[in-house]
């Protein structure tokens, strides 16, 4: 079954405490994103990744990392996670370029404390 | 930065009506994408039409796209309580991110 996969679904940890949230995609998909989701705000981009090794900021990168060192995982690190990074994180791919449907993951429910 | 921008931001109908949610955008796009998003859980593709299309059917949803004015609809026809969702417009353009817009909250009653 195609599918994008967040671990873990659920974290709450508290302010400096380095976390990493996986994303892992089972679609061979060259281009993958990290989004977060806020109230009133929607969704907004956090990082991309067009393919392997090739990476670049989005909206809000601010405060996060990736990396991609293979072409089906995209992990999202935080350093030193702080209050305002409590949101609703969600990967996703799609191919090439970025322009066709995104398979989004069921989504990270981080608090930070 | 935001792109598109849904309205209304909440609509509530009956069973069996007819929903119409709309988008403006406000740079050239290559595509235009709809995506439902039942609370709390990952958004799921609904339907994508290009830039260079008009309209565009998928069982009972409809998607236009107006160029000239920077705008979409998305018509559910003869709803069901199982579409209640938040329902998002999303476009690509000349960059590669997909920008969305904030959502429209359908709630569909029995």
């Known amino acids: 079954e195609a599918q994008v996969t967040q671990n873990p679904r659920y974290l709450i940890t508290v302010t400096g405490k380095k976390l990493t949230v996986t994303c892992s995609q089972n679609?061979?998909?060259?281009?993958m994103s990290w989004y977060r989701q806020d109230p009133g705000l929607g969704l907004r981009q956090i990082y991309y990744?067009?393919?392997?090794?090739?990476?670049d900021k989005g909206d809000v990168p601010e405060g996060y990392k990736v990396s991609r060192k293979e072409k089906r995982n995209f992990p999202l690190i935080l350093e030193s996670p702080s209050p305002n990074q409590t949101s609703l994180y969600f990967c996703?791919?799609?191919?090439?370029?970025?322009?066709?449907?995104?398979?989004f993951g069921p989504g990270t429910r981080l608090t930070v404390t | 930065s935001q792109q598109g921008e849904e309205d209304p931001q909440a609509l509530s109908i009956q069973e069996g009506e007819n929903a119409t949610m709309n988008c403006s955008y406000k740079?050239?796009?290559?595509?235009l994408q709809w995506y439902r998003q039942n609370s709390g859980r990952g958004l799921v593709h609904l339907i994508l039409?290009?830039?260079?299309?008009r309209e565009k059917h998928s069982g009972r949803l409809r998607v236009t796209l107006d160029t000239s004015k920077k705008s979409s609809s998305l018509l559910i026809t003869a709803s069901r309580a199982a579409d209640t969702a938040s329902y998002f417009c999303?476009?690509?353009?000349?960059?590669?991110?997909?920008?969305f817009g904030k959502g429209t909250t359908l709630s569909v009653s029995s």
């Open positions: 990744s067009m393919n392997v090794e090739v990476t």
């Open positions: 740079t050239s796009i290559n595509n």
């Open positions: 996703a791919s799609t191919g090439p370029g970025g322009v066709y449907e995104q398979y």
């Open positions: 039409i290009r830039s260079n299309e």
């Open positions: 999303a476009t690509t353009g000349a960059g590669t991110a997909l920008i």
């Open positions: 679609m061979n998909h060259e281009y």
